[in-house]
């Protein structure tokens, strides 16, 4: 059960850059690249209200620039960045999944999750993703290259405004949640995710306006890059893919484990809800037969109770979401049940995840991406 891919940290030198975009800069870097195309400062603060709070990259509806600029500043500062293939649709419409291609021909994919009470996005960071995970149908595909902070951003900009104009089932609503659960490591496209996540939580219009509490970085563990996050001062939620207790096992289903260790994982992992007082996610697929045995949910149990009772963590089991040509399958749901059992039992808060999006190949593990 082992995976020839190599673990890859660094996107492929060959990689092409996307152009710049008004999501990629800060309010400063907007101010000058007006003043630069030789428009007043306040202009950058304008372009900003119609991309971010009116979501909005249509010069014709920019009606308080002056009609001889809009092209100019939208041709410059608002240059396409995805190319919709095809959009997916299951649960009475209200998950919706979206293949872009990227400028250099890249596809990634983006999936909007409505429910009762909040609408999440889940966003791709990378197209493809370098962790070489054997059990993830992304990590299989290998990586092609980091994604720029804007064509992360433009992934949730237009999921809301799909919502503003009532085209997702349930009526205008808006986007409540992001999680960086879709295509590609987070943590190894840091600078770009940090970009987006300042765009994401900043008030608008510098950005969308979303709290912090409402966007979730995932990561398959690397550590120096989770202690960077705890200092960044924005306190988003760290959700940590573990899907295994030992080294052992852990070595081959998260390749990264041959870097840093469990142990070291969850150090990282605690400290980070010790400095920024939020709770962390353990995501935990559930293998059958391979990572779901009762005696691995009690030294799970165990390691996390070993850091502290003060409620730093939460364990999230994922029902393996099956793979074309995968020999993995989804636990036994009388052995989900006992893994849950036994970690209450430490005192672990333990849910069950919601598969949504597993018919349209939407679900966690399941973006690859084809244009087939």
Request: hydrophobic content about 40%; some cysteine; glycine content about 8%.
């Amino acid at each position: 059960m082992t995976t020839s891919l190599p673990l890859v940290f660094d996107e492929p030198r060959r990689a092409k850059k996307p152009p710049r975009h008004l999501a990629d800069l800060t309010g400063e870097e907007r101010q000058a690249a007006v003043t630069a195309l030789g428009e007043p400062a306040f202009r950058a603060k304008q372009l900003s209200n119609h991309y971010f709070a009116r979501l909005t990259d249509d010069p014709a509806q920019m009606t308080d620039l002056p009609a001889a600029s809009r092209d100019k500043l939208v041709a410059d500062l608002m240059p396409p960045l995805l190319t919709r293939v095809r959009d997916l649709e299951c649960d009475n419409g209200t998950t919706r999944k979206t293949l872009w291609r990227l400028l250099d021909g890249s596809l990634v994919e983006s999936v909007l999750m409505r429910y009762k009470d909040r609408t999440t996005m889940c966003v791709s960071s990378q197209a493809g993703c370098g962790m070489a995970c054997p059990f993830c149908a992304t990590g299989q595909a290998g990586l092609t290259r980091n994604m720029s902070t804007a064509e992360i951003v433009e992934q949730v900009v237009d999921g809301a405004r799909a919502l503003s104009r009532g085209e997702i089932a349930g009526g205008p609503g808006r986007v409540n949640n992001i999680v960086f659960m879709g295509m590609g490591e987070p943590m190894a496209n840091y600078k770009a995710v940090i970009g987006a996540v300042r765009r994401f939580t900043s008030p608008s219009p510098e950005g969308l306006g979303i709290s912090a509490r409402g966007v979730t970085v995932s990561t398959v563990g690397l550590v120096p890059r989770i202690n960077q996050l705890a200092n960044e001062g924005i306190p988003v939620t760290l959700a940590l893919s573990l899907h295994a207790p030992d080294d052992e096992l852990r070595d081959e289903l998260v390749p990264i484990n041959n870097r840093w260790k469990v142990d070291e994982v969850l150090d990282a992992a605690w400290g980070y809800a010790q400095q920024t007082k939020r709770r962390v996610s353990i995501e935990y697929a559930m293998i059958r037969d391979i990572n779901d045995h009762a005696w691995r949910a009690d030294l799970l149990g165990e390691k996390l109770a070993a850091r502290g009772d003060w409620g730093w963590v939460h364990v999230n089991l994922i029902p393996l979401n099956p793979t074309p040509g995968s020999k993995w399958t989804a636990s036994d749901p009388a052995d989900e049940r006992e893994f849950v059992r036994r970690l209450e039992a430490h005192g672990i808060p333990t849910t069950v995840r919601d598969t949504r999006g597993q018919e349209i190949d939407g679900a966690c593990g399941q973006l690859a991406a084809s244009g087939d």
